[in-house]
């Protein structure tokens, strides 16, 4: 750790360069240097931290520790799904949080009205059009969210392509996002994966230091 402070200072104060064999020879001291120490200082091992450990939400952290091992595992469809999942506790937790203040909602529900028996065939092309208007008015409701919480909305749409929709179901089951049948070609890929679980894990961050309490 001396010699790297010591190529530090000839770099930035000196123009001194180093070559790519000392670069590596350096990134493997200092990997060395944490393998060796966090486990007396932290007692964690170091190539089991992560960030989803700052998360607070115990669902949201769990989900995305689910989806780790899954993307470790190869099982990246299955990963994606509860990052998407985790993403849909995440906003909700935190919205309906603050909704239970005297009432106030911050966004409309959804309106459960189109269960209706025995429909008529005018009845029925009314009730599509009908959920085509929610739909659409629900599409640009999550835009309002993400944006009102100031959440990255460029890479929530990355994100909002690339997963899974969530459906969330009355009771306790919560979020689930539909299964899909991948083929070899259509597998998500790692890459894919690691972009929405940081997309996640970086929002969770956030929207915890921009919690505040509601005052009754």
């Not at 996640?200 to 309490?213: G, H, K, W």
Request: a negative charge; charged letters at 25%.
């Amino acid at each position: 750790m001396e010699r790297l402070n010591a190529a530090r200072v000839n770099f930035k104060h000196h123009s001194i360069r180093l070559s790519s064999s000392d670069i590596e020879k350096f990134r493997v001291n200092v990997t060395d240097f944490f393998q060796d120490n966090t486990p007396l200082i932290f007692g964690v091992v170091f190539d089991e931290i992560s960030m989803t450990s700052l998360i607070q939400n115990t669902t949201v952290r769990s989900l995305l520790d689910e989806a780790t091992t899954l993307i470790e595992q190869g099982t990246t469809g299955e990963a994606l799904n509860k990052i998407a999942i985790a993403f849909a506790e995440l906003k909700s937790d935190f919205l309906e949080r603050k909704e239970v203040w005297r009432h106030r909602k911050l966004f409309f529900s959804k309106n459960p009205f189109f269960n209706i028996p025995q429909m008529s065939q005018a009845d029925r092309k009314f009730v599509d059009f009908a959920k085509q208007v929610v739909a659409s008015i629900e599409a640009l409701q999550e835009g309002m969210q993400v944006l009102s919480l100031g959440l990255d909305y460029q890479r929530y749409v990355q994100f909002y392509l690339l997963t899974p929709h969530v459906v969330r179901f009355v009771g306790t089951f919560g979020y689930q996002a539909p299964p899909i049948k991948y083929t070899e070609d259509t597998l998500p890929s790692v890459e894919r994966c690691r972009f929405c679980h940081n997309f996640v894990v970086t929002s969770a961050i956030y929207l915890q230091n921009l919690d505040f309490e509601v005052e009754p």
